[in-house]
């Protein structure tokens, strides 16, 4: 897989901020057949950065509902990745 196919999107919120200022972590959403060596390899092409761990994370859709009925919101997965305390990454 292409690194530019691995990550699709960074997650920039206020939580996932808080977590890169503080302990240097980085959230992003990955491919659904992407695992832990895929990624590491991808986010050290893309932003050369030095990668020390990676978490990744399941998240099921949830059901949603309105007056016309109800629907489920797409399933995420996700990766938490760890980098070096001298490096930084600049999404913004």
Do not use: C
């Not at 200022?21 to 030095?50: C, M, T």
């Amino acid at each position: 897989m292409r690194s530019t196919d691995v990550i699709r999107r960074p997650i920039v919120t206020e939580k996932s901020t808080w977590e890169a200022s503080e302990h240097n972590r980085y959230a992003f959403e990955i491919d659904k057949l992407a695992n832990k060596p895929h990624v590491q390899a991808a986010v050290e092409d893309l932003y050369g950065v030095r990668v020390l761990s990676v978490a990744i994370q399941n998240r099921k859709g949830q059901m949603r509902r309105n007056k016309f009925g109800q629907w489920k919101t797409k399933d995420v997965k996700r990766a938490i990745v760890k980098i070096h305390a001298d490096d930084r990454i600049e999404l913004i």
